[in-house]
């Protein structure tokens, strides 16, 4: 079985500039996450989504940050224009569509970002 | 919202020995509690998880306690070798809830 696809695996970008990363869950999963991790911290949850709904955003900074999940598997985060704060590892995860409330968490290799 | 503290934040062991790490959380609901492994540059994986109906769970070397009552699980790690050094991170689930939250991770160093 495939596992979660991230891409790119590492970006380096000057301050104010625009970024994309792009995640493929594993397939017929439905539950997508996208996290931040700072480093030596856990990741923190930015945006879930349920098939092509973000049904929690509420912990993405909307007024830089996009996510998008059109067809409901791809998904792909946007920072426009990035800060050098969001230098970090941006990971995605995915589970089973959620039935008993204990899903594991599938998560991607992330994408290192550095912002310059 | 949920608070995980995870302690130590760094752990060194002579390998063969055996490796505690321990997590409270504050929900009293909270009801899935996995651990994750990070190795360096990596994605984190799931090593073992229990839920809030099961006092102990083992999985060959390694075993999660919980107490419901204290709020607190620990990850131990038996019989611990050289590949077992990584960052680990424990992680709770509220009752009803998707979202994990995180501790800050332990960095195990397993020394041959």
């Known amino acids: 079985e495939a596992g979660v696809v991230q891409s790119p695996r590492y970006k380096i970008i000057e301050k104010k500039q625009p970024v994309a990363f792009w995640c493929n869950p594993i397939s017929g999963h439905n539950t997508l996450y996208w996290y931040l991790q700072n480093l030596g911290q856990g990741p923190e949850l930015l945006i879930r989504?349920?098939?092509?709904?973000?049904?929690?955003d509420s912990q993405l900074p909307k007024d830089r940050f996009s996510a998008e999940r059109l067809k409901g598997v791809d998904s792909t985060l946007k920072i426009q224009p990035a800060e050098l704060g969001d230098s970090a590892v941006y990971l995605c995860?995915?589970?089973?569509?959620?039935?008993?409330?204990?899903?594991?968490?599938?998560f991607g290799p992330g994408t290192r970002l550095t912002v310059l | 919202g949920e608070n995980v503290e995870q302690h130590p934040s760094t752990l060194s062991v002579q390998e063969g020995d055996s490796a505690v790490i321990k997590c409270t959380y504050s929900?009293?609901?909270?009801?899935?509690f996995p651990w994750y492994k990070q190795e360096l540059g990596k994605r984190p994986q799931l090593i073992i998880d229990i839920r809030s109906n099961v006092g102990e769970k083992k999985d060959q070397r390694i075993a999660v306690t919980l107490n419901k009552t204290a709020k607190h699980f620990s990850l131990h790690i038996t019989e611990t070798q050289p590949e077992d050094s990584a960052v680990y991170f424990c992680a709770v689930i509220g009752a009803g809830s998707y979202q994990l939250t995180f501790g800050k991770g332990t960095k195990l160093s397993v020394i041959p």
């Open positions: 995860a995915s589970s089973p569509t959620w039935t008993s409330g204990y899903n594991e968490q599938f």
């Open positions: 929900d009293s609901a909270s009801n899935y």
């Open positions: 989504y349920e098939n092509e709904e973000a049904v929690d």
